[in-house]
């Protein structure tokens, strides 16, 4: 059994890579707080248990069982997060630390129970998708508001921000997954984008809008 220190380590690799393919050690460090000296050699030891790829002066990867034990635990913290929206009251941006702690002691057993009491759901609060038991991850075609161009109508996909603050004033805009909007202006040189929303119009900053994901509608 893995331990939470390593389960975190592969969590962040994954994220990382997400975006940015192969990430560096820097990058892992400066995603977790850590120095350059302790992430080394940690990812040196997930490599020697074949669950990093991690040649010398190269990217950091993981490796395929890696991506299967990564999927399996944002298996758990999805469902968990689910749980406590559907289940416990929760609000969508309140979730992340009572997940967080939660996904490192629930077992294969019980989030296997989470997921059949919750109507096997494909999606988590903030429209992400959850894994298979089996740690495959179906990907997302999607792209960030910020994108759309002038007069597209879009559905809100996902939410993609960590941080609470943002994640809430966010969500008290009205963007949730599965809510159509339309983008009316983009203001110049980074101003904000104008949002037709259930009818009503909204302002929200570009970098507010990097963290929407959506997907546009015929």
Known sequence: MLSESSEMYLQTVFRLCEKHGEVSIGTIAEAMAHSL????????????????VHEWREGVSLSREGERVAGKILRKRRLIETFLVKMAGYLPYEVH??????????SERLTGELDRMLGYPRNDPHGHPIPSPEGELVGMTTVPLTTVEQGSRVRVAAISSADVE???????????????????????FDGPLRIEMHGKELSIAV????????EKVS
């Open 166 to 188: 943002k994640m809430k004033y966010i969500d008290q805009l009205g963007f949730h997954p599965g809510n159509l909007c339309r983008l009316l202006e983009k203001a110049p």
């Open 37 to 52: 000296s302790t992430v080394s050699e940690k990812v040196k030891k997930l490599t020697e248990q074949g669950l990093l």
């Open 97 to 106: 630390e009572e997940a967080c702690r939660l996904e490192h002691v629930v």
């Open 207 to 214: 970098s507010l809008a990097l963290f929407i994901q959506v």
